[in-house]
């Protein structure tokens, strides 16, 4: 971890190619240093935070008052950071009887300060948790007092989870945890806070700054989906090649059991929709024996997506990985127990994470859990199938071998979508393919859970959702468009994404036969495009020439009443557009 | 540990905190005599120091100090 000296040095440097953010931050204890942090590690990770911070314990002047600076500002995110010592500040004023009301009078201000915000800003809001302060008043029987503080801070922060889990935008950094691994010695200075009015030690802001900037990151798309997993010494105790199947060290006894509750981890990654992968210098199918006959083994192989075992070398393997996926190096987590392939694949794939495991593989998990290698802002339903998906990609891509011309596998593939505009069932799907969708992608605009339910329910704005299911298997909701209505003939197009795993079927034909007839219908004689470049999406750099719109300076232009239906071989299984 | 060892040691530790080549520091020496010497910046280098010279200040000292060479004797003391 960098130093907060390393981060605020990075200040002086040149931000200007950086992706800027808008940030507001609010705090009841000084904020400069913790301001000057997030700016710095937002550096490392090529973002200008542009960070405006209100004056010191403003929040609620600046929340309740409508002309205040943070409105003017209009950030894109909001942190507040109301810190524990505050907090038992608030509860030594209280009076006796109503110590046991800190948790529900603060959670209602928060709510209220989101509900306010929420009605004046789209800015997600992102709040601090509280590191517990035991004040040792009760001892143990404070766990039986519901108006010791430490009930009150313990029932605040679990409070604080119930309303993030029942509200899209409200999102937790969760420093608490960060007070659990690192000890509160090391978050809390005395000296410092005498001083300073500060309650973060010097050395612990590189960490509340790094969790930070992890989500702003999530909030951006930069997240990880895919796992690739060396075999021999990761996975498991000793080489299966040499050591055979008898030997491994794997099981309940000994460092076998660091290897088991490994796999347990790794398998909840993968049912949380994380991609796994298989890269091992090994004979096939040896290295596939443990996955199919050890008697304790957690993974199984249809949990891996891609299983690649050869005498090839990793570089080369993980590139094919990588190709198959169709996603980018820089969402991807290669772990390998041995520090020569790490150091070979890192030099030759520097945008891969490659994190340096400790020597005892006892420590792997311990390691694992203090770098927060998993951020995400969403969980769906969809993602406990993305593996599935992927295997059937897999197979799709060696039968498509077997067909001489296109057209013929794309009709034997039966495929069928599902056309709807937004609704509460698709939101959360809707909103995380917004920001998982970096490739196919037109202008990468990123949406969360409540612009997509105010899409939906827009005057000027129609949109699309699709799926995609063939004879292999459910895609689920694979694209979707937003149209905006900027005049009277003419419908803009804001967003067009696609999920990767579902090129070359022609379902850009079909999404724009689908919107085109949208427009005709509804008396529109235009659609209009636009590409916004960015590192990733060269792919759809042509999309619209391709599709046939004619350019008109920075736009693309359709006419809808000159235009002929692509052929496509996806039937729609109902169109339930609402014509808002 | 003499007086113009640590002398040089909270300079170098000065230059890299507030990342000014130019620092000179005399016994003399107080914020007003160096820009970015401000309180905040001044509780960095409290912090630095002591984990330069593996000493913790108390809450008080930390205020006290009227220049360079006053924090210098504290050192000391407590390096001795």
């Given at each position: 971890m960098k130093t907060f000296s390393a981060l605020k040095k990075n200040l002086k440097n040149d931000f200007s190619a950086l992706k800027n953010i808008k940030i507001a931050l609010l705090g009841d204890t000084a904020?400069?240093?913790?301001?000057?942090?997030?700016?710095?590690?937002g550096f490392e990770h090529g973002l200008d935070l542009q960070i405006w911070e209100a004056d010191f314990d403003q929040i609620e002047r600046q929340i309740f008052d409508p002309t205040s600076d943070l409105y003017e500002y209009k950030p894109d995110v909001i942190?507040?950071?109301q810190s524990s010592h505050k907090l038992l500040g608030k509860y030594n004023k209280l009076k006796q009887e109503e110590y046991y009301t800190l948790a529900d009078r603060q959670i209602q201000l928060i709510k209220n300060i989101c509900a306010e915000v929420n009605s004046k800003l789209s800015a997600k809001i992102v709040f601090y948790n509280y590191p517990e302060i035991d004040d040792s008043v009760f001892g143990n029987y404070a766990n039986s007092i519901e108006s010791s503080f430490l009930f009150q801070i313990r029932k605040l922060n679990y409070e604080q989870m119930q309303f993030a889990a029942a509200n899209s935008n409200y999102y937790l950094v969760d420093i608490s945890s960060i007070q659990n691994q690192l000890g509160k010695k090391f978050l809390f200075q005395t000296a410092v806070y005498i001083n300073t009015e500060m309650v973060l030690s010097i050395d612990v802001l590189p960490y509340i700054a790094e969790k930070t900037v992890d989500l702003i990151r999530a909030f951006n798309g930069d997240f990880k989906k895919c796992l690739v997993l060396d075999l021999d010494n990761t996975l498991w105790g000793g080489i299966i090649g040499d050591d055979g199947i008898e030997n491994i060290q794997l099981g309940m006894l000994g460092i076998g059991k660091a290897f088991i509750e490994f796999q347990y981890w790794i398998k909840k990654l993968k049912n949380r929709g994380i991609i796994l992968a298989v890269c091992s210098k090994n004979t096939e199918s040896i290295a596939k024996e443990p996955f199919e006959k050890h008697p304790d083994i957690i993974l199984h192989l249809d949990d891996i997506a891609v299983f690649v075992a050869n005498w090839d070398n990793k570089v080369d393997n993980i590139k094919h990985i990588q190709r198959i996926l169709n996603i980018g190096f820089d969402s991807m987590v290669f772990l390998d127990d041995n520090p020569f392939e790490r150091n070979i694949v890192r030099e030759n794939i520097p945008l891969l994470t490659v994190p340096e495991l400790p020597e005892d593989p006892a420590d792997y998990l311990e390691f694992l859990y203090t770098l927060n290698l998993f951020e995400t802002i969403s969980y769906s339903n969809q993602d406990i199938d993305r593996t599935k998906q992927y295997q059937i990609e897999a197979e799709r891509a060696l039968i498509q071998q077997s067909f001489l011309n296109e057209d013929e596998f794309l009709k034997s593939l039966d495929m069928i979508s599902v056309v709807e505009s937004f609704n509460k069932f698709n939101t959360p799907r809707v909103a995380q393919l917004s920001q998982r969708s970096n490739q196919f992608n037109l202008r990468t605009i990123r949406y969360t859970e409540m612009d997509i339910e105010a899409l939906g329910i827009s005057k000027v704005h129609h949109t699309f959702s699709f799926t995609l299911k063939d004879k292999f298997g459910d895609n689920g909701l694979i694209c979707a468009v937003i149209l905006n209505k900027k005049a009277h003939d003419t419908l803009f197009i804001d967003s067009w994404f696609m999920s990767c795993r579902v090129l070359k079927r022609g379902m850009e034909g079909f999404v724009?036969?689908?919107?085109?007839?949208?427009?005709?219908?509804?008396?529109?004689?235009?659609?209009?495009?636009?590409?916004?470049?960015t590192v990733k999406n060269e792919m759809v750099k042509d999309h619209y020439l391709n599709?046939?719109?004619?350019?008109?300076?920075?736009?693309?232009?359709?006419d809808v009443n000159n235009y002929q239906n692509k052929e496509c071989f996806i039937e729609t299984h109902s169109l339930t557009i609402e014509n808002n | 540990m003499e007086k113009a060892d640590a002398l040089r040691k909270v300079q170098e530790i000065f230059i890299d905190i507030l990342d000014n080549d130019d620092i000179v520091l005399t016994y003399n020496s107080s914020a007003n005599d160096v820009d970015e010497w401000d309180s905040l910046n001044h509780i960095q280098l409290v912090v630095a120091i002591e984990k330069a010279f593996k000493i913790r200040f108390t809450s008080q000292e930390i205020q006290r100090w009227k220049n360079v060479g006053e924090m210098l004797d504290c050192i000391i003391a407590k390096n001795a």
């Open positions: 904020t400069q240093f913790l301001q000057q942090a997030i700016r710095g590690m942190i507040f950071f724009l036969n689908t919107i085109s007839n949208y427009a005709k219908e509804n008396g529109f004689k235009y659609l209009e495009g636009e590409y916004i470049p599709l046939g719109f004619n350019q008109l300076q920075k736009s693309w232009i359709l | -």
